[in-house]
């Protein structure tokens, strides 16, 4: 195995990670070397695979080649100009930059790219899926000008005058810039393909250009994922629950004396299968219940006696089970340092809620991942059976519930069938699709995408760059030192409260 291979190896694990997390997966370089892009393509493609889009690698190895080169060329052209003197972004002097740019900088290339690397321009691949779309950035901290904005929508403009490959190459040239071919083909491909022009775009945020591709999530795997969801949480109303949890709780409510609520508490504050419980009953009585204090303090001694015995039919026992303990840990931890980091947080009257409600957020957003990581043999058969309704893509639609891929939209439905309110299960399901929650929630959902990014990253899961900006905006961290230290000093704070990790 050469090192190439034993490389993508180990980030085959860090994909897959980021696929089942819906984190963006990056990679920088600032000349491009040949062997940066063919490690690029390859990582793109363990991507596509992972997201059940194998069938487009060959399109889209063209397009993201492409794509790199025109993201190199744009920072070649900033530090060309800025050595001949020139203005880019006057007409005059980018005409007259123009007119020899390309030779010299065929003749001259590592020159310039040497200068591009100390500017320190950048390219970057972003590689992201969220809800049911897939994402395809390359990046460059070059704003574009003017008349490059113009010259692209032209040829966005003049796709639809060609069918086919042959037309474009006899009808389109750009000596100035190279063919100017590109973009035209890269729209035609994508057609061939089912997509359009629409699925294709070229915007600036905030110093970088940003070239975008966006793929829909195959339709079959993603509706086959939808409906195995649904009938997964709805063949069960039982609630796993770790053994040694259970006996906690029980010793407890066992008791001919009048219930110590304040202990029972708190066993049950940290255990988010022990912590579900009270609401089944509370919710059907306040529909806006989201305080576990408030939960326990409605129900009556008699209630609480059910609800923690082994009479009680919705509790099902698990024993070992070494992921479902983890899948508890995380739970503890991110319900912990979003609790924390909400009563430090300097701009907490922004996040629209209390610490109470913070803390059980943290707690229940591992609800999905516990109902999969605890499922009964009865769920696995079913689920299993279901998908072999889809021969082609059965495999893969199952192995989205065996590797967690699955969990955030498990969370919402099984959120929705416990009765929980509205605004509760989009809470829970925000964390890792900041952009697409609403801008009145964003904070509180931040904030929440903190803590798990904390825990994630102490664990050595994911890296620095995955964390959001707005995130890291809200405690004015500005780079990953910064956020090791946040990040040592919640696991200390944990540890000196609870005894260990």
Wanted: net charge negative; charged share 30%; with cysteine.
């Amino acid at each position: 195995m050469d090192a190439l291979e034993e490389q993508l190896k180990i980030d085959k694990r860090k994909i897959q990670t980021s696929v089942c997390l819906q984190l963006p997966i990056e990679m920088t370089t600032y000349t491009l070397p040949k062997n940066t892009e063919v490690y690029i393509r390859n990582v793109m493609e363990i991507f596509l695979d992972e997201c059940h889009q194998s069938h487009l690698k060959e399109y889209l190895n063209f397009c993201l080649s492409e794509l790199l080169t025109n993201a190199k060329k744009a920072n070649t052209k900033r530090v060309y100009f800025k050595e001949k003197g020139l203005d880019i972004n006057n007409p005059e002097d980018y005409e007259k930059g123009m007119e020899n740019f390309k030779m010299d900088t065929l003749t001259n290339i590592d020159h310039y790219l040497e200068l591009q690397k100390k500017a320190g321009l950048y390219i970057k691949l972003v590689l992201r899926i969220q809800a049911d779309k897939i994402y395809i950035d390359i990046k460059n901290n070059s704003q574009l000008t003017v008349f490059e904005k113009e010259r692209i929508q032209q040829k966005l403009d003049s796709v639809q005058q060609y069918k086919e490959m042959d037309e474009v190459f006899k009808n389109v040239l750009d000596q100035s810039e190279g063919a100017g071919l590109g973009i035209i083909i890269i729209i035609l491909m994508l057609q061939k393909v089912g997509l359009t022009k629409e699925n294709y775009q070229v915007f600036s945020d905030d110093d970088e250009t940003v070239t975008r591709i966006i793929l829909p999530c195959n339709k079959v795997v993603y509706s086959g994922a939808e409906m195995l969801t649904y009938e997964f949480v709805n063949l069960e109303d039982t609630i796993p629950i770790l053994k040694e949890s259970f006996d906690q709780a029980n010793k407890i409510v066992n008791t001919d004396e009048p219930l110590d609520r304040n202990a029972l508490y708190e066993v049950v504050r940290k255990d988010l299968s022990l912590a579900l419980l009270p609401f089944k009953d509370v919710l059907e009585k306040d529909k806006k219940c989201f305080d576990l204090k408030k939960a326990i303090a409605m129900l009556s001694d008699y209630d609480l006696k059910f609800i923690f015995s082994e009479s009680n039919p919705r509790n099902r026992i698990i024993e070992g089970a070494d992921f479902f303990k983890e899948i508890l840990r995380h739970s503890r931890h991110v319900a912990y340092y979003v609790y924390t980091l909400y009563k430090n947080c300097p701009v907490k009257e922004v996040i629209g809620q209390d610490e109470n409600y913070m803390y059980l957020l943290g707690l229940f957003d591992s609800l999905g991942a516990l109902f999969l990581a605890g499922a009964s043999k009865n769920q696995i058969d079913y689920i299993t059976e279901l998908s072999q309704q889809y021969s082609e893509f059965g495999e893969k639609i199952l192995n989205i519930f065996l590797n967690r891929n699955a969990s955030t939209y498990v969370t919402m439905v099984a959120a929705k069938r416990l009765g929980f309110s509205r605004n509760v299960y989009y809470d829970l399901v925000g964390w890792n699709g900041l952009s697409l929650v609403p801008d009145t929630y964003k904070d509180r959902i931040a904030l929440l995408h903190l803590a798990e990014m904390v825990d994630f990253y102490s664990v050595g899961m994911v890296d620095f760059y995955q964390v959001e900006k707005l995130s890291l905006k809200l405690f004015n961290i500005a780079d990953e030192k910064q956020f090791a230290k946040i990040v040592n000093d919640l696991r200390e704070g944990y540890k000196a409260e609870h005894g260990e990790y």
